[in-house]
């Protein structure tokens, strides 16, 4: 199970809120091996283990398990922001100039950890930020953006539009328009950022920008493709959850009926800045 949460139209609150969700899966991932250890050498030495059932002392049938169920993806429509990547970062980035000349497109600019170069994120289009746990599934990094890969092409597959993966990083149409985005990063095994799906976005914002540092490629939607604007975010996300879904082999639930009380910080975060609940 993969628990999905859902924040709509959000200015860049997920810069932040990324990393606490990852320090919430790494805290919980340790308070569980903290847990076995100590079950485990209470076997020899027959002492009480505090947890779950306590007094079993060496017992680690009810003790937390490994199972991904505080895996969580964040599904997030951004307002326009261009994001640069890791490698394109302080001395590295783009000019004071350049910066001002895009947020006078009415755009914010954000560098940020996730690999690739400068991107557009913005309406219309639907973000994914998986927060997943690759040790108990024993995912690479390299299979796991292929599944992601694979999660979009199922996805546009959904509304009749053939996709595929080229040497170029990311989804595409053909060898020359690219419909979808990835960009990752992985602390201690803990994914975050993630994949970006153009549904009806104004590609416009792409013409400002090499997109992905990919000289003479085009960026293009599935509004685009299929020649329907009707074709938003909202008509993507149940197809987006079911191609995810089957690729990773894992049910998708709405988080407000798995982890009410995290859906409440979540948001709680998202309208106030507050990151008490979430820690």
Sequence with gaps: ??????????????RQLRPLLVDRQLRLRKEREDLRAQAAAAVTT????????????????????????EDLVLLVEHTPTYTNGR???????????????????GAVYVESLRGGEITFHGPGQLVAYPILDLKPIKLSVRCYVSYLEKSIIATCAEFGVKAMTTENTGVWINDQKKIAAIGVHVQRYITSHGLALNCNTDLEF???????????????????????????VQAVIPKFLKGFGATFNRDL???????????????DYIQTGNTERLR
């Design 206 to 232: 792409f013409n400002q920008i090499v997109a992905c540092g990919l000289t003479g490629k085009e960026t293009t939607s599935l509004s685009k493709e299929l020649g329907d604007l009707s074709v938003d």
């Design 1 to 14: 199970m993969i628990n999905a949460a859902i924040a709509r139209h959000t200015l860049w609150p997920c």
């Design 46 to 69: 027959g002492e009480v283990v505090d947890g779950p059932s306590p007094g079993l002392a060496g017992d680690l049938t009810d003790l937390p398990k490994e199972d991904g169920s």
């Design 87 to 105: 490698r394109n970062r302080g001395a590295q980035g783009i000019s004071d100039q350049e910066a001002a000349r895009l947020q006078g497109l």
């Design 253 to 267: 639930v709405a988080l407000s009926e798995t982890r009410p009380e995290l859906e409440k910080a979540i948001q």
